[in-house]
């Protein structure tokens, strides 16, 4: 089935840094591809989603851009905050008509002051 | 406008025993999925409701299965509990897979 392979954490930054969490996916066809976020102690947030190639997806300053040409889906974002510390999982559908997200096994960003 | 609720937030039971676990899906949302997170990991998926049918499963065992109710609300059964079932169970409510899921906050599952 469709995969992705997500960079591995932890990752430790500084208020303000530069964040790339990097992702590359393996899939038949183009399939929609998401960012999720997991503050401590809860459940999954949809950060943003990008569902063809070329597409940018943003949310809260976080971006990922679709590229069918390197087959990667990274996130980033320019100036990050104490408050986005949580952990971060890519994911897509598992197959071409498959209901199921298959997920990255997550990265977690710490952000110190 | 309420998200997806799940109940209870946290139960611990003994091993070999079985427990229930509930979700409400969002307004509007009439598909639930239900995911297996253990500790330091991503969720694995158990298995998709739709129109009170399991639409898809996952490679878990019998030992999981589940049910849909006309309000499109969900219960994950797990029976003869391992210690390795020990982790958050999350549940996921969608209209549209391309729109991504919506999640709740999750099921803290402690077996002892």
């Known amino acids: 089935g469709d995969s992705v392979t997500q960079m591995e954490g932890p990752v430790t930054l500084s208020e303000e840094a ?6 590359t996916y393996t899939a038949t066809g183009y399939p929609s591809l998401f960012w999720y976020v997991q503050y401590p ?3 999954l947030q949809l950060l943003l989603k990008a569902t063809k190639a070329d597409d940018k997806g943003s949310n809260k300053g976080f971006e990922a851009t679709y590229r069918k040409e ?6 980033e974002k320019g100036s990050v905050q104490v408050s986005d510390s949580a952990v971060y999982f890519c994911a897509l559908p598992a197959g071409a008509g498959s209901y199921q997200l298959t997920f990255g096994k997550g990265t977690k960003l710490s952000v110190i002051p | 406008d309420a998200g997806v609720t799940q109940s209870p937030t946290h139960l611990i039971k003994t091993r070999g025993q079985q427990v229930t676990l509930r979700c409400s899906p969002k307004s ?17 998926f158990i298995f998709q409701y739709y129109e009170e049918e ?17 309000n499109y ?19 996921a409510s969608s209209f549209e897979l391309l729109y991504g899921y919506t999640f709740g906050s999750g099921t803290r599952l402690t077996v002892v």
Request: with cysteine; charged share 15%; net charge negative.
């Open chain 2, 54 to 70: 399991e639409r898809q499963r996952g490679n878990f065992p019998d030992r999981f299965s589940g049910h849909q109710f006309p």
């Open chain 2, 73 to 91: 609300s969900s219960e994950l059964n797990v029976n003869a509990l391992l210690l390795g079932d020990s982790a958050l169970y999350l549940c």
């Open chain 1, 41 to 43: 102690g809860e459940g």
């Open chain 1, 70 to 75: 390197t087959t990667s889906f990274h996130l």
């Open chain 2, 28 to 44: 509007g949302h009439d598909t639930v999925s239900w995911y297996q997170q253990a500790l330091g990991q991503g969720p694995q």
């Open chain 1, 18 to 23: 530069f964040l790339t969490i990097n992702c």
